[in-house]
């Protein structure tokens, strides 16, 4: 089986993916960061991020497993001390793969010309640096409200505990095919007015933003952010590529958002007169 890893680019996580290398090696497997078929992030989810959007070109022949060395992460979550019982799962492959739906963004421009395309892993966020974004909001080729605000946030299930979460979003499980739309600081008076709850649209439901004023506008794929100007429309559904994760023991969701998000074995702190 062909290997590469990505590794954060610190020391730590450097040692960590020469020790992996010499095993995998060792263990008759090819590295081969060109074609191949299992990749392994060494660092934190950023770096699986990083991972997913290097080799997005071959989604269908990849799968990605993450071992992290900073804390927990939700992308990556072996830890160094196991990285010999990881080695011999890898080379004992085949391994299972556990599919998890990605967002499709298109970005069409005034001007014609090709289209930008773009898959994102977590989300992407639209915000500008002139004030307010205003877009008119389709759904399914139907007006649903005129937005006006800081921003918009269009998140995948996995992503829905990134950014997604701290906008007051929604916990999707992965298993979901659907995207989530949330509101950045939407202004509500007698002119404006939005949902103001986040949204959650299933496969094929397409949400089309169309900007109504003429302002430059960043647009996030993940960790990327780039400047566009002359935006006609931004076009959002579930992707029909997923992205394939590498298993090799039960990684439950629910799990790691109680252990990200709730303090392990907090019942102890209770006593009964606060119950
Ligand atoms: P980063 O890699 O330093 O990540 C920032 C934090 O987000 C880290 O703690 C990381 O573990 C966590 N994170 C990333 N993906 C996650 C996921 N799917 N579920 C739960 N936590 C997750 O920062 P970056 O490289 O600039 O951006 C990567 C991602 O970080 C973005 O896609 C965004 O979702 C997230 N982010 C979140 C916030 C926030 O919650 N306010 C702010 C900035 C970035």
């Given at each position: 089986?062909?290997?590469a ?6 020391d ?5 993916k020469?020790t ?12 081969d960061?060109?074609?191949p078929?299992l ?17 997005v070109?071959r989604?269908?022949?990849t799968?990605f497993?993450?071992v ?40 069409r ?30 759904i ?9 605000g800081d921003?918009?946030c269009?998140?995948t ?14 916990i ?7 995207i ?7 202004i ?5 007015r939005?949902?103001?709850?986040p ?17 430059s ?6 960790h990327f952010?780039?400047t566009?100007t002359?935006?006609?429309?931004i ?11 590498a ?7 629910w ?5 990200a998000?709730?303090?392990?074995g907090?019942?102890?702190l ?6």
């Amino acid at each position: 089986m062909k290997f590469a890893i990505v590794s954060k680019g610190d020391d730590h996580s450097n040692k960590i993916k020469a020790t992996m290398k010499q095993y995998l090696v060792d263990f008759d497997l090819i590295y081969d960061k060109k074609e191949p078929e299992l990749v392994i992030s060494v660092g934190g989810d950023g770096t699986l991020l990083e991972a997913f959007h290097r080799y997005v070109h071959r989604l269908k022949e990849t799968a990605f497993i993450g071992v992290h060395t900073g804390h927990l992460g939700f992308y990556a979550d072996w830890i160094p001390k196991e990285l010999e019982k990881l080695v011999i799962e890898i080379a004992k492959t085949p391994f299972q793969v556990v599919e998890y739906p990605l967002l499709e963004v298109i970005i069409r421009s005034h001007s014609g010309g090709e289209e930008d395309r773009f898959l994102a892993l977590n989300e992407t966020m639209i915000k500008t640096p002139e004030g307010s974004v205003v877009f008119d909001v389709q759904i399914r080729g139907e007006h649903f409200e005129t937005f006006r605000g800081d921003g918009l946030c269009i998140s995948t299930p996995s992503g829905s505990t990134a950014y997604n979460k701290a906008l007051g979003g929604a916990i999707l499980h992965p298993s979901l095919e659907a995207i989530q739309l949330t509101e950045l600081a939407s202004i509500n008076n007698r002119v404006f007015r939005t949902i103001g709850s986040p949204l959650i649209l299933p496969k094929h439901h397409t949400c089309l933003l169309k900007p109504m004023v003429d302002r430059s506008l960043f647009i996030a794929i993940d960790h990327f952010t780039n400047t566009y100007t002359n935006v006609k429309s931004i076009q959002c559904r579930v992707a029909k590529e997923k992205i394939r994760f590498a298993r090799f023991r039960p990684f439950p969701f629910w799990n790691r958002v109680r252990d990200a998000f709730v303090a392990e074995g907090d019942a102890h702190l209770l006593d009964e007169r606060s119950l």
